[in-house]
């Protein structure tokens, strides 16, 4: 993690939308996964739209979706599990 204070706002909201709670049942390490983002205030991610759901096998999926205003033309983030691993696309 980088050695930046966390920004227990944004730590709260992620909480809050069952980020935390997704990563440790897909088996992440959630402080390498998103411990740069909790810390670096201007992470571009940290505008996105945060968000769990259930695949067709009903596996959870973490999505990090852009602002409104950017959908179509800026990458949609999602974590995923793909047989036994974690997948980001």
Do not use: C, K
Not at 15 to 40: E, K, N, P, V
């Amino acid at each position: 993690m980088d050695n930046n204070p966390i920004d227990s706002t944004f730590a709260t909201q992620l909480s809050y939308a069952g980020i935390f709670a997704a990563a440790t049942s897909m088996g992440m390490d959630a402080d390498a996964a998103f411990g740069s983002l909790l810390s670096r205030p201007a992470h571009p991610y940290r505008r996105y739209r945060w968000f769990v759901n259930m695949d067709e096998f009903g596996n959870r999926v973490i999505h990090a979706a852009p602002p409104e205003e950017e959908v179509g033309w800026t990458p949609w983030e999602r974590w995923r599990i793909s047989g036994a691993r974690v997948v980001r696309e």
